[in-house]
Nanobody, 117 residues
Framework: QVLLAESGGGLVQTGGSLRLSCVAS????????IGWFRQAPGKEREFVAE???????YYTDSIKGRFTISRDNSKNTVYLQMNSLRTEETAIYYC???????????WGQGTQVTVSS
């Protein structure tokens, strides 16, 4: 069975840090572009960051300089290091695997991140 599983979410104060992990079962993450998305209550899901098969990284403007996406192929894991968190970044964070031609087709179940003031 092919699965993505996120972990590392939790409760943190404004300005704090968390590192999210996305672990794959049944597929090799290095063969895919992996993206992180988030969905806040009452809002649509939005793109956060992605890392390509060649480890090229892309970020949405609001998190540039604060978040870092990386991958450890030996652990079949992609990380999202989040620093200087803001209350408005409270959301469920999802990772997804995809290709350039097919888009994101496999999603994890999400991990809750709550940033308190």
């Amino acid at each position: 069975q092919v699965l993505l599983a996120e972990s590392g979410g939790g409760l943190v104060q404004t300005g704090g840090s968390l590192r999210l992990s996305c672990v794959a079962s049944g597929l090799i993450l290095s063969s895919y572009t992996i993206g992180w998305f988030r969905q806040a209550p009452g809002k649509e899901r939005e793109f956060v960051a992605e890392i390509s098969r060649d480890s090229l990284t892309y970020y949405t403007d609001s998190i540039k300089g604060r978040f870092t996406i990386s991958r450890d192929n030996s652990k079949n894991t992609v990380y999202l290091q989040m620093n200087s968190l803001r209350t408005e970044e409270t959301a469920i964070y999802y990772c997804a695997a995809g290709t350039a031609s097919g888009g994101y087709s496999l999603w994890g179940q999400g991990t809750q991140v709550t940033v308190s003031s």
